[in-house]
């Protein structure tokens, strides 16, 4: 579901669509600001595996295009090339920028995890769009603003994003660009989200023990006309 994206300093906070989208398959809106992009992604950190006889326990164990998540690696080579990633992660932090809670896309591996995906067998389509898209956007930050797009201002970066963060409503010179920042920004908070540092931004604590359910507490069953 989609709503309309604003230029940034107006609407909800990109964090908090993100999160929502994250929560409920919402997509979310464009930041009010961008953190500075590193010159190369930081390696995406795995979850934690199983026990390791648990890992080799006999049963289905997926397929080429759907690896075992339990021991998953990648065993294809990754094609996109550091001027690519640099953009890239560029990108990703103008989606999800650093706050005082939670680290920028950056530097938990989004750049990486889209690498791996793009890259995969039967994803060329995936991969001629993401190499489009950081292309356009060099080439596009370069006529504006004279830089490449990590290397102009969190303003200036923030100004491309918005005439492309919302397919509908994109110019026609820019439908291709639109196409490929829903494909990133769709990629870059599945990243997130299934990290650690995600999960602590959502509060999501996972399967913990409750000594006692209390229920909902009376704010809530206010909400829901149950008190």
Known sequence: MHSQSKPAGQGIAR???????????????????????????????????????????????????????????????????????????????????????????????????????????????????????????DRESNTRFGTRFHLATNAQRTAICDDICYLPKAKPEHQFAAQFFDTIRDQTATAFYTTPQGWKDLGYIGNVAMPKFEGPNAEIRRKIGVE
Not at 31 to 43: D, F, G, I, Q, R
Not at 59 to 83: F, S
Not at 100 to 124: C, F, H, L, M, Q
């Open 15 to 137: 964090r908090d669509a993100l999160k929502a989208m994250a929560a409920a398959a919402m997509v979310p809106m464009l930041p009010e600001s961008a953190a500075a992009a590193p010159v190369a992604s930081t390696p995406r950190v795995p979850l934690p595996m199983l026990e390791e006889a648990q890992a080799k326990r006999k049963g289905p164990r997926g397929t080429p295009g759907d690896p075992v998540l339990q021991v998953a690696k990648a065993d294809w080579p990754n094609k996109l090339q550091l001027r690519e990633l640099t953009t890239l992660a560029a990108l990703c932090d103008v989606i999800i920028p650093a706050d005082a809670k939670s680290p920028a896309a950056s530097t938990v591996g989004a750049p990486a995890y889209i690498n791996e995906w793009a890259s995969r067998p039967g994803g060329d389509a995936s991969l001629v769009r993401v190499r489009g898209g950081l292309a356009w956007l």
